[in-house]
């Protein structure tokens, strides 16, 4: 294969189904959000990102309920989404008001930084391609 | 005439002149126009042409006799003057005539015109019958004096000379202008004459049998025979011809139909004919969906219709050949380059060939070709198009037609077209490629049949070719769409790393996406689900437990408190329930209201010993056979007088004041009357002697007590009775006795007499104690007010009274829902405490003060739990306002006006209100529900009215009877009549210390009458307002008020 033939987005689009499809984007994901909080690695008690997030939505909804109790009296289904889209609006500052903060967004986007996983990704999508490239010739 | 008589005439001697004319009768001809021309010398002034005539006459007279009776034409001036001659001349003459008529018959008549002496015989008796030139001379004509009209239209003629010397007159001309306009149809053309049958006298050709039918417009193939039958309806057909196009035999759809004439009935064929046209006469005679125009078939139309059909196919057919040439000439210029370019390029390449080839035809050939008449993709379905060509096709085609682009989706499923867009300047096919744009267009394009969804006619399509637009257009186009679509943007990678990096690019916005969607779907929305359970907040949940348990019991005791004020309200007068229908529950509340006057339920009534009147009768007739005579001996008086006593013994043990005990002992006793002290009385006193021992024992007191009570009475009023009580044994019989100077020697009574005094005491007694329970049970009925003495006739029953009309005041006296007329209004809450006070001096009787006091409390508890309700009253006024709106909105779409959809508002907001009879006048309003101050209660309703009218009304009302007047008076102008028509408002009665008050306010434009409430207004409480009537000066008008208020004015007006 020479260096002279062009890609179009198509092939790129298809090496990335090809990935998801592998299971490698889930992978990476389930990775990110079960990822030990930086200032907990090492500690006895490790409290993965998700669990944290879920800690802080407690509490949020908890004082939420103490200002308004009505609030577990109506309908649950309509004020969760009610209550999940003031978060998103403003994206999860709500959760901010903790003892300890969490920041999502950025917390994330730090993640996705992260050069390893870019690293691991190449490889695979390198294999992926390769292996694309195997079974057509 | 000859020469000779005109010389005759131009010499007349004068003398005879005048003497002819002198009566008038010679000069002029007695009917000529001299005839009333007395004056000889007028002949000369007269017109030449009248004098011409006049002369002409005369001379007719003057010679006339000359000739015809003489025989010699002589002058006449010579034959009446010269006679000495005569006899001379007269010797050559002829001889004398024989007069034929110079008979002694002819010559006294009145005429008689002597010949000889050439005299009128009678010429002095000859009157003129114009003496006084009465007439004109020249006659008169009668004509209608329009001058003179008298007022009785009596028409008079006067006599208008006639004036013969000018020329008449046409009248119609006079006329002319003031004619007056006929009433007669314009005729725009000449009226056609009724039919006239041929018959062998007719003149002229014989009718028209024979119709031609020829199409109107296109005709598809239809079958002569339908053709046939159709007019067969008309007539019998004799002769059915059609024609073909002589070029090239194709039919014309035109036919001849001749209707047959057997034995010469001619005119039924020509009726039939005529029908036939008549039918079609204004309409298109359709036959298989093809129309067809009829006509007899006369003056040979029947040719020119047929050469009018073969033109017209005939240039239809040369421009089919043009088009067929045309088309040639395209498909010529199409083949040549392809076929060039074919050899050229591969197969594989064929698109972009056939692209270059269409492009390479000659741009107007094209255009004509393609019909492209500039016609651009509209800018708003460029993005739906996006640069792709598609075939067109006109609006104004599609909905001439019907189409919609289901039609066409059919027709064209063998293309492969992309898609339809429905614009509003037409429907756009889509096409993937030209290629198969241009195999559509050239397959369908007017070729495409579709039958038409308006006429009855199929059509060819034709549409019109775009092309793919130019790149200016699809450039900017390509800007707005992004990177994802279009080709021209794709982004290329040029090796396997970019390839690569795209991908991770890809992957990593992916994953961000992912990241986020799950931290929101996965984790935060099942968290915020979960901590929302209340479980997990038992403090609150507890507290809200305790809260529902809380108003659960303020509901329950509010119930249970609504039901006591409502068996409260019960207890009081039900005056709803007083008239009209009522429940059995009703009913039986009726009977614990009366319950008081021992109403016994049926069955007890039976169980009880009571036997019906019949066996009372019976029974009586067999004690009156065993009547004193037989029982004195065989009955002792004793044991009657025991059956009599406990008879009457119910009766009596109410009023005994002796202890029973004393009462048995000595029954008898207390009853005697000081009269009956009889041999009868001896004998009961002698028997129980024990008995009365018992009563005189001396007593254990101090002071001597009497045997009896002693009993102060009224001496004034002494009845029987009232001594009977008095007299208790022997020794007060002997004090009466005494008292009044009665010997003791009373004649023993016989057995009869006593019992019969007896009889008459029992009597007596009956009647007393039945009066007495009468009025007692009375007093009951009408709350202890006693019967107006007014109403009681001793005399005569009431019945037997006739008819009475009983006045109101007197009316309040005992009708049970007038009653509460003395009493004052039960109020809930007044303005300033200041009726309350009046309530408790008005009030007689404690226990109403009392009931009153429960009724405000119950009523404030009935207003506060009402409270929400009052406070929201405003905000259902304003939904009412929005759903009147809404109505309204609805009414205007239907546009028609529509009782259903009215809606009073005012009607909203009623309050529940009810008619009953009233305390004050008849009927009154009620509330059913307590009604809070300046709440608006109901509207006035009824007919509105001018003042005219109301008045006119008011007036007939009265005249027919109708007493009460429920007429309302808006403004000046307008009055509200409620008294056929009208809502219960109207039973709002007046009180001089008002519950409520009537407003008048706009509501859409019109003055309503509306009811407010002053102040607050009370379950069951009557609503009343103040007239507000004028005040009347004539005492007689005055209408007495019966309000009951504390401040009640006494009258109306």
């Not at chain 2, 006298?201 to 025979?225: D, F, L």
């Not at chain 2, 492209?372 to 060509?389: H, M, S, W």
């Not at chain 2, 065993?626 to 029982?631: F, K, V």
Request: with cysteine.
């Amino acid at each position: 294969m020479d260096n002279s033939v062009t890609f179009d987005e198509q092939e790129a689009q298809e090496l990335a189904e090809q990935f998801k499809k592998q299971g490698y984007l889930d992978k990476l994901k389930r990775d990110i959000l079960s990822n030990q909080l930086e200032k907990d690695v090492g500690s006895t008690d490790p409290i993965t990102f998700e669990d944290s997030v879920k800690e802080h939505v407690k509490l949020m909804v908890n004082k939420m309920v103490m200002e308004d109790e009505n609030l577990i009296f109506k309908n649950r289904g309509t004020t969760t989404a009610l209550i999940e889209t003031k978060m998103l609006k403003d994206y999860y500052k709500m959760l901010d008001g903790g003892p300890d903060r969490i920041d999502i967004t950025n917390y994330i986007k730090e993640k996705l930084k992260d050069q390893n996983m870019h690293n691991n990704i190449r490889q695979s999508i390198e294999h992926l391609y390769n292996e694309k490239e195997g079974s057509k010739s | 005439m000859s020469g000779y008589h005109r010389r005759s005439y131009q010499a007349p001697p004068t003398s005879y002149r005048n003497g002819y004319t002198q009566d008038g009768y010679y000069q002029n001809k007695p009917y000529g126009r001299n005839a009333y021309d007395s004056k000889p010398s007028h002949q000369s002034l007269g017109t030449t042409r009248y004098d011409n005539r006049s002369s002409h006459q005369t001379s007719r007279y003057l010679n006339v006799p000359s000739s015809r009776y003489s025989n010699a034409p002589v002058r006449p001036d010579v034959a009446s003057s010269s006679v000495n001659h005569r006899s001379i001349k007269d010797s050559y003459n002829r001889p004398n005539p024989i007069l034929k008529y110079q008979s002694d018959f002819f010559k006294p008549k009145y005429h008689y015109f002597d010949p000889i002496s050439q005299t009128l015989t009678h010429k002095d008796e000859f009157q003129s019958w114009n003496d006084k030139s009465e007439y004109p001379k020249d006659g008169f004509t009668l004509q209608r004096d329009n001058t003179l009209i008298t007022g009785n239209k009596q028409v008079k003629h006067i006599k208008v000379p006639r004036r013969p010397d000018l020329l008449g007159e046409d009248p119609r001309s006079s006329h002319l202008g003031q004619s007056k306009p006929s009433m007669r149809k314009m005729r725009t053309q000449l009226v056609k004459l009724g039919r006239i049958t041929y018959d062998k006298y007719s003149v002229g050709p014989p009718p028209i049998c024979e119709i031609i039918v020829y199409p109107a417009s296109s005709v598809t193939s239809i079958q002569e025979i339908l053709i046939k039958n159709h007019f067969r309806k008309f007539g019998e057909i004799s002769h059915f011809e059609s024609f073909n196009d002589p070029n090239n035999a194709l039919p014309l759809h035109i036919y001849l139909i001749k209707y047959s004439s057997p034995e010469g009935k001619i005119n039924d064929a020509a009726r039939a004919a005529y029908m036939a046209t008549k039918r079609y006469e204004n309409e298109k005679c359709t036959i298989m969906g093809s129309n067809f125009n009829v006509a007899l078939n006369k003056k040979a139309i029947l040719e020119s219709v047929k050469a009018k059909f073969i033109t017209e196919n005939k240039k239809m057919l040369d421009k089919l050949k043009q088009e067929q040439e045309r088309k040639e000439k395209i498909n010529a210029i199409k083949a040549i380059p392809s076929a060039s370019k074919l050899s050229s390029s591969s197969i594989d390449g064929k698109i972009a060939t056939s692209k270059n080839v269409i492009l390479d035809i000659d741009d107007a050939i094209y255009r004509k070709y393609y019909n492209t008449q500039d016609k651009r993709v509209p800018q708003d379905i460029l993005q739906l198009v996006n640069q792709r060509p598609c075939l067109y096709i006109p609006k104004r085609f599609n909905v001439v037609n019907g189409f919609r682009t289901e039609n066409y989706r059919y027709k064209m499923r063998n293309y492969k077209y992309s898609r339809f867009i429905d614009h509003s300047t037409g429907i756009y096919i889509v096409f993937n490629d030209l290629k198969e744009a241009k195999r559509c267009f050239d397959n369908e394009s007017e070729k495409l049949l579709l039958p038409s969804l308006t006429k009855r006619i199929s059509v060819t399509v034709k549409f019109i070719l775009l092309k793919a637009t130019p790149n200016s257009v699809g450039k900017r186009f390509n800007t707005m769409s992004g990177k994802k679509q279009t080709s021209e943007s794709k982004v290329s990678y040029q090796s396997k790393d970019e390839l690569i990096n795209g991908a991770m690019k890809i992957i990593m916005a992916d994953l961000e996406k992912a990241l986020h969607l799950d931290i929101k779907r996965r984790l935060i929305g099942p968290t915020i689900f979960d901590s929302l359970n209340a479980e997990n907040f038992p403090d609150l949940l507890e507290r809200k437990k305790l809260k529902d348990e809380e108003r659960k019991k303020v509901i329950a005791e509010k119930r249970a408190k609504e039901e006591e004020s409502r068996k409260e309200g019960n207890k009081e007068l039900d005056i709803f329930n007083l008239y009209g229908a009522h429940s059995n529950k009703n009913r039986i509340k009726r009977n614990s209201y009366g319950s008081d006057f021992t109403r016994i339920p049926k069955r007890k009534q039976t169980a009880m010993d009571i036997t019906p009147m019949a066996h009372l009768l019976n029974e009586d007739s067999t004690s009156k056979e065993g009547t004193p005579l037989s029982t004195d001996e065989n009955i002792p008086s004793h044991t009657s007088e025991t059956s009599l006593s406990e008879s009457s013994s119910e009766e009596e043990q109410e009023e005994q004041d002796i202890e029973p005990k004393l009462k048995k002992s000595k029954l008898e006793e207390g009853e005697i009357t000081p009269e009956s002290l009889s041999d009868a009385n001896e004998e009961t006193i002698e028997s129980p002697e024990n008995v009365i021992n018992e009563i005189y024992q001396p007593s254990m007191t101090e002071t001597p007590v009497p045997v009896y009570e002693e009993k102060v009475t009224d001496i004034s009023n002494v009845t029987p009775f009232v001594m009977q009580e008095i007299t208790k044994d022997d020794e007060d019989i002997k004090l009466l006795m005494k008292v009044l100077g009665v010997e003791s020697k009373i004649e023993e009574a016989t057995s009869l007499e006593s019992s019969l005094v007896n009889y008459e005491l029992w009597k007596m007694r009956k009647e007393e104690s039945n009066k007495r329970f009468i009025e007692e049970s009375q007093l009951k009925l009408n709350d202890n007010i006693k019967m107006s003495s007014e109403l009681q006739h001793p005399g005569i029953s009431f019945k037997a009274r006739g008819h009475v009309s009983v006045p109101d005041a007197l009316k309040s006296t005992y009708l049970p829902h007038r009653r509460r007329a003395h009493k004052p209004l039960n109020t809930v809450y007044t303005h300033d405490g200041l009726n309350a006070d009046k309530l408790d001096d008005h009030d007689d009787s404690p226990e109403i003060v009392g009931n009153s006091e429960e009724l405000l409390k119950k009523e404030t508890q009935d207003v506060a739990s009402l409270g929400i309700e009052v406070s929201s009253s405003r905000e259902n006024r304003a939904s009412n306002r929005r759903f009147q709106q809404d109505i309204d909105a609805q009414k205007a779409a239907i546009g028609t006006e529509s009782d259903l959809l009215s809606l009073n508002q005012l009607n909203k907001r009623q309050k529940p209100v009810t008619f009953a009879r009233s305390a004050i006048h008849n009927w009154g309003l009620y509330a059913l529900e307590p009604i809070a101050a300046k709440e608006m209660i109901i509207e006035y309703v009824g007919e509105r009215l001018r003042q005219p009218v109301a008045e006119m009304r008011e007036k007939r009302y009265l005249k027919s009877g109708i007493g009460s007047s429920y007429l309302f008076r808006v403004d000046e102008n307008n009055v509200i009549d409620a008294t056929k028509r009208g809502g219960i408002a109207r039973f709002i009665n007046h009180c001089c210390d008002p519950s409520c008050t009537a407003k008048i306010i706009k509501v859409g434009g019109k003055r309503r009458i509306v009811i407010y409430a002053l102040r607050d207004i009370g379950k069951n409480e009557e609503l009343t307002y103040d007239y507000k009537f004028e005040r009347e000066t004539d005492d007689d008008e005055r209408l007495i008020c019966l309000c009951g208020a504390p401040n009640c004015k006494g009258y109306l007006n």
